[in-house]
Antibody, heavy 120, light 107 residues
Framework: EVQLLESGGGFVQPGGSLRLSCAASGFTFSSYGMIWVRQAPGKGLEWVSV????????NYADSVKGRFTMSRDNSKSTLSLYLNNLRVEDTAVYFCAKGMTGWTNKIDSWGQGTLVTVSS | DIQMTQSPSSLSASVGDRVTITCRASQGINTYLAWFQQKPGKAPKSLIYDASSLQSGVPSNFRGSGSGTQFTLTITSLQPEDFATYYCQQYNSYPITFGQGTRLEIK
């Protein structure tokens, strides 16, 4: 059974940084692309970023490009999202999701999410 | 950017009803479309990919159809556990975009 467990969320002031992690199990981690999606309180879903299975190809939403960095450690089946220069509008629940192939935004499984709150 | 517009934004229905949610893309996306279900305080759940393929474990009363710019999610014979918010997502091109959601409530 696919399991995705996010961690690392919390409260941070504008301009601050956080590192989100997603621990994966139940599948061959390195074979699948991974995606981050966020959801601001009371709002809809917003795509954030994607990484391929090998970890050498990424793509980001314009709203986070240059501030967020996605990476993965296939030896530990762990996905990371580094959030820098955070803004109030980055406040959201961040979900990691599993892609259906090595490089895709087609999602089949989701983690439970981790809340990031950016406020002064 | 490709805009995804869902209609209606909300609807009320009864257990046993058949409902249809529409998702329209601002430009053609072939069949690169997925549908998700989300209940309050929970993670989304993947229902359909490639416009009409059912994810593993999803009941057969969920059906997706469409291609190009017009897509539908049909739920035949609504069950109590189907009341939730539904989102469509295009993965044809960057940036990946979602519809604004359709809230399905019990009448």
């Amino acid at each position: 059974e696919v399991q995705l467990l996010e961690s690392g969320g919390g409260f941070v002031q504008p301009g601050g940084s956080l590192r989100l992690s997603c621990a994966a199990s139940g599948f061959t981690f390195s074979s699948y692309g991974m995606i981050w999606v966020r959801q601001a309180p009371g709002k809809g879903l917003e795509w954030v970023s994607v990484i391929n299975g090998a970890g050498d190809r990424t793509n980001y939403a314009d709203s986070v490009k240059g501030r967020f960095t996605m990476s993965r450690d296939n030896s530990k089946s762990t996905l990371s999202l580094y959030l820098n220069n955070l803004r109030v509008e980055d406040t959201a629940v961040y979900f990691c999701a599993k892609g259906m192939t090595g490089w895709t935004n087609k999602i089949d499984s989701w983690g439970q999410g981790t809340l990031v709150t950016v406020s002064s | 950017d490709i805009q995804m517009t869902q209609s209606p934004s909300s609807l009320s229905a009864s257990v046993g009803d058949r409902v249809t949610i529409t998702c329209r893309a601002s430009q053609g996306i072939n069949t690169y479309l997925a549908w998700f279900q989300q209940k309050p305080g929970k993670a989304p759940k993947s229902l359909i990919y490639d416009a009409s393929s059912l994810q593993s474990g999803v009941p057969s009363n969920f059906r997706g159809s469409g291609s190009g710019t017009q897509f539908t999610l049909t739920i035949t014979s609504l069950q109590p556990e189907d009341f939730a918010t539904y989102y469509c997502q295009q993965y044809n091109s960057y940036p990946i975009t979602f519809g604004q959601g359709t809230r399905l409530e019990i009448k």
